[in-house]
């Protein structure tokens, strides 16, 4: 359910920002991937996460949300990435993001007890993908679900946000930064260490 792309400015002000998140030392599983690998202090990680904003509850609706926007098809998705708990540092962080995140999360239990008696967390995971399917894409809005929309988009650009910056999500891209940052490169002619002979550049 991403799918969103991402223009260099809002890229940079996600890094600026996740770089501020990778200070914080209660972390179980995210961590900023454009770090300098070998060269950084080993931190130690907590056993668990402790929510620093939401409850209980919400923080598990917030884990599953993340985990289907980018769920682990194949290759590690934003649970492996612990996306979720970068999101509740971030909204933790930003008492601004406070009030519509928890509103969102309390229209969308009731969302779902409307559509299916239940709250969101007790539903199959087959209805739960059909029911936001009508908040995350166009043709499959509702009139009246404007506040849902707000909110899921909202989820999802932290969850894109989170993803993107850790280091599993880098992997994922096959960022040129990890590489460069962790191992030097050989050179390519071993057996030419001086580079003589070597044929010109084309172009």
């Known amino acids: 359910m991403a799918g969103q792309g991402l223009e260099r400015r809002e890229m940079l002000r996600i890094l600026a920002l996740a770089a501020t998140a990778s200070g914080f030392p209660g972390f179980s599983r995210w961590s900023f991937g454009c770090g300098h690998g070998a060269t950084e202090v080993v931190q130690i990680k907590p056993p668990r996460y402790t929510p620093r904003f939401f409850s209980t509850d919400e923080y598990g609706t917030i884990e599953r949300l993340t985990e289907m926007i980018i769920p682990s098809d194949g290759t590690p998705g934003a649970r492996e990435a612990g996306v979720a708990e970068f999101v509740d540092f971030m909204i933790w962080s930003d008492p601004s993001t406070q009030y519509t995140m928890r509103y969102g999360l309390t229209w969308l239990d009731a969302y779902a007890r409307k559509q299916h008696g239940h709250s969101l967390a007790a539903l ?79 172009g």
């Open 124 to 202: 199959p995971q087959e209805t739960q993908t059909a029911l936001l399917q009508t908040l995350a894409y166009k043709d499959k809005f509702q009139l009246g679900d404007e506040e849902g929309r707000e909110f899921f988009n909202q989820v999802r650009e932290y969850t894109v946000m989170g993803f993107y910056t850790s280091r599993i999500g880098l992997e994922a891209l096959d960022y040129p930064g990890l590489r460069i940052y962790t191992e030097v490169p050989e050179c390519p002619h071993p057996g030419n260490p001086e580079h003589r002979n070597l044929p010109p550049q084309q």
